[in-house]
Every structure is written in C-alpha cells, then in structure tokens.
C-alpha cells in the first residue's frame, strides 16, 4: 500500500489564464499517471509546499503551467499499486460514454447516446471506489452547458467489464445537447487523423473540417488551440522515447502484435551495428514454409534513418504474390545478409526455396548461393534494363538514345539477348559486335564486362553475373515472372501510404502494422481462389512467347524481332 497523488479536472473557465501563469507545481512521478498529472495544475498553490517534500525525495516532479484556464483539486488515496494503475489505463481508453435517462442508470452505459457523460474513476466524495478489491467505475454527466442547467448529480458505479453494481444519487431526466455530441464527435476523428495522418497539423486540420457543419465549427475553439491538441495527442500516442541510434533499448510490446492481436514482430538481435529487426505472422510463416519461389528487393525511402533499408520477402502463392518477410536492416553488407538468413532458417527450418528472383546486388546473391546451394537464383529482367540504362546516362547516351530511333533500336537488340537460348547468347553477342560501329563499342564493352565475360586466351572469363542469372528464356517458356515489378509495386503502395521520408521508428512500425493488415486480406483473397487482377502487358507477353517457342533459324533475325518489342 502506498500513497499517490494526482490531479482531476473539476471544471473549468473559472479564472482568466494569467492567475496561474508562470508558476510551478509539484506533481505525481507515476509512470501510469504522466499523461494526466502533466496537464493539469492544483487549485491551490499554498497546496504545494507538502508536495515539495515529496519531490526531494523522488515521489513528485516539478512542472511549470502557463496559460492555464483550468479549476482542479488533489485527491490522496491509499491503493495496491497495480489496482490504481488498472483504473487509471481503463480510464485513459474509455473516455467518452453516453447516458440518457434514468433507466439507463441500471445498466452500463452505450456509446452514441445523446447526453455525453466522462469517466470520474476516483470521486473525491465516493471512497468506496477505491476500497475492497477497487475494481470499479464511477460515471458521472458530462461537464457541459446541460449538466449545469439541470445539475445533475446521479452517478453509476461498475466493475471495469461495465457490470452493474449501484446507482449513487439521483439522476435527472433531462435530455442531451446535440452540438455537444456532435463536437465530441469532431474531436475523436480530429484525434484519429491526428495519429493516422503523419501530415503536419494544418493539414490534418483542414482534412477534418471537411463537411462538419457551421453550427459545430462555431463551438470550437481557435486553430491554434487545435493544433496544440494534435502536437499533444501525437506526443501521447507515442509514449516511447523516439530512439536516435540503433543501440535503443527494446521494441515495446505494442510493436509486436497486429491489428488483430496476432504474433508479429519475431527476432531483434540486440543493440549493435548489425542489429535487425524482423517481422512476419504465423500465417505468413506457413506461407514461407510451403512456397518455392520467392521474390527479395529493399526500399530505402520510408526507413527510419537510423537503419538504412527495408528489406522484404515476397513469396508466389496460388497466383499471388505475398509478402511473407519484413526486415529492418543496417547496412547492405554481406556479412549480415549472411546473419539475416541464418536467423529465418533457425525460426523456419523449413523454409527451402526452389527460386529466387532478385536485383542485381553481388552480396544477396552470394549469400543465398552459399546457403542453398541448390537453389536457382535470377536477376529481374526491369533491374537488367535498369543498370544498361544507367550506364547510357552515366556515359552521355542518353539523348542520342531519345532522339536517334536507329540507336534506340539497336541498343534494344543488345537486350534481346536475355531472350535467346543461352548456349546461344555469346554467338549473338558476338554477331552484334560485327554488325554495330564504334559508336557502341563503350556499350558492348560494358555488356561484355558485366554479363558475358571478357575473352582471356582461348575462353572468356566468368562475368560478374553469368548468362543463366540474367537470361529470361526459361521464365518465358514457364510463363512465370521475369520480374520484380509485384515488390516493386508494393513499395510504391507502402511510400504512398507513409506519406513522407525516413520517419521516426515507431510511427513506422505502426505503419508496417497497418500495412500487414492489407496483407492479410490478400492471403485471404488467394485462400478463397481469388484471382489477380489481368496484367496490362498480356498481349505482349503472348508474342514474346510466341517468338521464344517458335524462334527464327537466323540468331540475327530473332534477336531484331525481339528486340523490336522491348523499350529501356
């Protein structure tokens, strides 16, 4: 049993805000009652000398009040410590209930009745709620123009399951306010925005003033006071500190489940440089223990900035492509895509992948040689066009390719080669070597480096990536993806919906939260058989195939014909 003391806001409008401006009050350290004691100031200051004490020795904090318009009174209670926390956190969450007439005294209250009522979880009158076991409620009329009119004093008491245990005085029979109930409407969505929308409060602001009628925008109060609401109500919906470093402590409980109360967060490796975070649900787990292709790409934009990417997993599953792994990583180095996979096979030993599809990043594909020797590992054909595309920027080829059609279409045959059977592909490399001038020769040579390999004696060298990495033959007969564009795609949706750059740790885990939701839905979708929508590019994908089946004796001539479909 110990003694706690805070503060509960009586009324309010009773003095002018110079009465207590600039002055400070002792208050309660309680971790549980900071985001009430904070905000709020006693009734008197002569009051403060006892609490003084108190703070010298540990048990209250100094704040200083400014611009206060507010009325309180302290209450001192003797309570078990987890008892008075319980309250205070139930208190904290159901904040706006309705009570009507006096018959709804006998039952728990509803929401969206007309007469808005708040909870009093500690009545300065009532001891009886903090004594027996103190699992109870007192829920008392709103403070509001109609409370006072009709000065209502009726009080219902519940456990904290809202079951009924008694009435305390006598509750009159009046009706409610409409604007009141419509303006606390407006400030539990004003709320809601304020956490969701990560916009600033002018934004957010003018989102939620979007159809509210004049007669609700005439009871608000100034723009100003709003915004300081939604600076506050941000500042409480993350009561973490925002960490700085990658060596913050934990990942608080909150962060570890999904909107549906399920297992998400399953593996941080502790404070440290190669420290990482990673994230999949039981369903997603089975996914990754059944599936045999997988997709893998980073995304560096929405990252908070003290890790460096966003590394993800996508798995093909019943003509769908899934998201089955989230990673908060780093750094790009190899050693800790090494540690990376390590930690999934020790969490999944089931997990062995037929195929991987990938960017053209040496480190991941070493890693995943290594570690599943098996395994067939290929390049995205778009990162492919990608990197032969930076290269002409890099080296001045840009506008010869934008503005000279014959140039444009001879670098598209240089493509065409992923496209053509790769015992084949050096002989068509070598022909377009013969047939192109030395305008190209800067292009071939940037080819020939990378992606067939330099002639050393009587054979070429092994190039950074071999044919059988980059050549798209096999996908195209097996009508399977020859690309990334579905990770891709969904790195597109996860920026949009972050709607700004590199934010603070947990308002992305609070994002990739929501985001998990979406994903959910379309594992259900695929469960149920439903099918992806019909790609853009059908028709092209159909003469693709068609030529790669059915290809032109003449390597020459099949290399222009493909080459004549394909664009950078």
């Not at 100003?224 to 993350?238: D, M, P, S, V």
């Not at 089931?350 to 098996?374: L, Y």
């Not at 993806?481 to 740790?505: D, I, S, Y």
């Amino acid at each position: 049993m110990s003694q706690f003391t805070y503060s509960i806001r009586k009324n309010y409008n009773q003095y002018s805000s110079s009465h207590y401006s600039n002055q400070s009050f002792y208050v309660s350290e309680l971790e549980k009652l900071d985001r009430l004691t904070n905000k709020y100031q006693p009734k008197k200051v002569t009051e403060n000398e006892r609490y003084k004490k108190l703070c010298h020795e540990g048990k209250c904090s100094l704040f200083e009040i400014s611009s206060s318009t507010y009325r309180y009174y302290y209450i001192n209670r003797e309570a078990p410590n987890d008892i008075l926390n319980d309250l205070i956190d139930y208190a904290m969450e159901v904040t706006h209930y309705t009570l009507d007439t006096e018959d709804q005294l006998q039952s728990p209250p509803k929401r969206s009745e007309p007469a808005l009522i708040q909870i009093e979880f500690i009545h300065k009158n009532d001891p009886s709620i903090l004594m027996g076991n103190g699992q109870l409620l007192a829920w008392t009329v709103a403070r509001g123009h109609y409370a006072k009119k009709y000065a209502c004093h009726g009080r219902l008491h519940t456990k904290l399951n809202y079951e009924f245990i008694k009435t305390v005085g006598q509750h009159k029979n009046h009706i409610g306010n409409s604007r009141c109930e419509a303006t606390r409407k407006y400030y539990e969505q004003l709320r809601r925005e304020s956490e969701q929308n990560q916009t600033n409060p002018h934004n957010v602001l003018t989102q939620t003033n979007i159809g509210v009628p004049d007669e609700v925008l005439l009871c608000l109060p100034s723009n100003h006071n709003l915004k300081r609401n939604i600076r506050r109500w941000r500042q409480e919906h993350t009561t973490e500190p925002t960490p700085t470093n990658i060596d913050f402590p934990v990942v608080p409980a909150k962060y570890h489940y999904t909107t549906r109360n399920t297992s998400f967060f399953q593996k941080d490796t502790g404070p440290g440089s190669n420290r990482f975070l990673l994230f999949f649900t039981d369903e997603q787990q089975t996914i990754l223990e059944n599936a045999t292709e997988f997709f893998i790409d980073g995304t560096f934009k929405v990252v908070p900035e003290i890790f460096f990417q966003l590394f993800a997993i996508h798995a093909s599953y019943r003509d769908h492509v899934i998201p089955v792994a989230f990673l908060l990583l780093p750094s790009k180095k190899e050693e800790l895509y090494q540690k990376m996979v390590d930690e999934i096979i020790q969490l999944i030993p089931a997990w062995q992948p037929h195929r991987i599809m990938m960017d053209f990043e040496k480190a991941t594909q070493n890693v995943f040689e290594r570690t599943f020797p098996a395994v067939e590992l290929s390049g995205c054909y778009f990162h492919f066009c990608q990197n032969v595309l930076r290269f002409l920027q890099t080296h001045g080829f840009k506008q010869t390719y934008e503005t000279d059609v014959a140039f444009a279409d001879n670098v598209h045959k240089i493509l065409a080669l992923a496209f053509i059977e790769p015992t084949m592909v050096i002989d068509g490399f070598e022909l377009l070597c013969s047939k192109l001038d030395d305008d190209y020769q800067q292009i071939l040579d940037y080819i020939e480096d990378n992606y067939i390999g330099r002639i050393r004696g009587r054979t070429r060298r092994q190039p950074s990536y071999p044919i059988e990495f980059w050549n798209m033959v096999a996908r195209v007969k097996l009508d399977t993806h020859r690309t990334n564009n579905h990770v891709e795609g969904w790195h597109r949706k996860l920026n949009c919906a972050f709607q700004c750059c590199h934010p603070t740790l947990w308002t992305f885990l609070d994002k990739l939260i929501r985001e998990e939701n979406n994903v959910h839905v379309d594992i259900i979708n695929a469960m149920t058989g439903r099918q992806p929508p019909a790609g853009k590019h059908e028709q092209f994908n159909r003469r693709l195939r068609q030529l790669v089946e059915n290809p032109h004796q003449n390597i020459y001539d099949q290399i222009t014909c493909i080459g004549r479909l394909l664009s950078l």
